[in-house]
């Protein structure tokens, strides 16, 4: 039997993440055993930019994060769904995801775990950039991504006042374990990504595999015609593995310029007045 993990990005119990989730694990037309994770309920400290991990092959805080590890790491497959907070997914996803390098150790055990995700905003339109921030959680869990949506609903259960919110989660459970399916909505060729920056006029870079190429019309529809570069965030596992070795040769890179690097930030030590939080009481 499949072992699918929810991983779920709202605080909100029995709200639309909670139901969409669950609706997209009761259309798996495969026996599987649905296990829930409220990222919330996790002590996920923020990452301390101090590369330990890297060294060490495992991350120094002492929190959640190494067990949400595990209960992906023994999943056969991920479902995702976050909430739109102020343009964005709920923090908790960009706090673990800020804490991916912490992953690498278990790249070979996560490559290509099928993932299926759900950004839910309340007001059509409004989503911002949720769907990247689900993009960028998974991609840092180098899995694979079968179907990625945003659906909208604000009330809790008010995601399924639309029919075609079922339909999605249905669409979802069909790719999870079989076929991706890309959107209608034009996407990056080379990693299915959505999110795009104007450069020039007519080139586009793709937020989430970085590459980038022109904007075309065909057929009277945009199409990104991007195209792989040197520049491009991985896309398979020895990429990804050699981007953890670009990492670490960047130790060697600091000791080449110490000095220099030093002269700069000296510089500034001396400017201005931090401010600090209030002493606690215990
Ligand atoms: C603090 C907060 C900020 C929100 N910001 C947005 C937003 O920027 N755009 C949007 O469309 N919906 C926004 N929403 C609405 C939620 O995305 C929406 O209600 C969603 O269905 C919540 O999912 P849940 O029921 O699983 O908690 C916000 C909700 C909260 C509580």
């Known amino acids: 039997m499949k072992n699918v993990l929810a991983v779920v990005g709202s605080?909100?119990?029995l709200g639309n993440c909670d139901i969409m989730a669950k609706e997209i694990s009761r259309c798996i037309d495969q026996p599987h055993r649905l296990r829930l994770l409220r990222l919330q309920e996790y002590d996920i400290r923020p990452c301390r930019g101090c590369y330990m991990c890297l060294f060490k092959n495992q991350c120094v805080i002492d929190d959640d994060f190494d067990?949400?590890?595990q209960a992906i790491v023994d999943a056969d497959a991920l479902i995702v769904t976050v909430p739109t907070y102020f343009l964005g997914p709920n923090a908790c996803l960009k706090r673990f995801t800020d804490r991916g390098i912490a992953l690498y150790p278990h790249a070979e055990k996560?490559?290509?775990k099928p993932a299926v995700a759900a950004g839910i905003a309340g007001i059509e339109g409004k989503e911002g950039y949720t769907l990247l921030g689900v993009e960028s959680f998974l991609k840092m869990l180098f899995a694979d991504i079968k179907m990625r949506r945003i659906v909208y609903g604000a009330l809790p259960g008010e995601v399924f006042f639309n029919q075609q919110n079922r339909d999605t989660a249905a669409a979802m459970a069909k790719s999870l374990f079989?076929?991706?399916?890309?959107?209608?909505?034009?996407c990056c060729p080379v990693c299915g990504g959505q999110t795009f920056r104007f450069l020039d006029d007519v080139r586009v870079?793709?937020?989430l595999c970085s590459?980038?190429?022109?904007?075309?019309?065909?057929?009277?529809?945009?199409?990104?015609a991007i195209t792989r570069s040197e520049h491009e965030f991985f896309l398979s596992l020895e990429e990804a593995l050699a981007h953890r070795e670009w990492l670490m040769g960047m130790k060697s890179r600091f000791s080449e310029h110490k000095l220099q690097l030093k002269?700069?930030?000296?510089?500034y030590r001396r400017e201005g007045e931090w401010l600090k939080p209030p002493p606690k009481d215990d």
């Open 178 to 186: 079989g076929q991706a399916k890309s959107d209608a909505a034009p």
């Open 205 to 207: 870079r793709c937020m």
């Open 11 to 13: 605080p909100r119990k």
């Open 67 to 69: 067990s949400i590890v």
């Open 110 to 112: 996560l490559w290509a």
């Open 263 to 267: 002269e700069i930030v000296l510089d």
């Open 211 to 224: 590459n980038a190429g022109e904007i075309k019309v065909r057929n009277g529809r945009p199409v990104p």
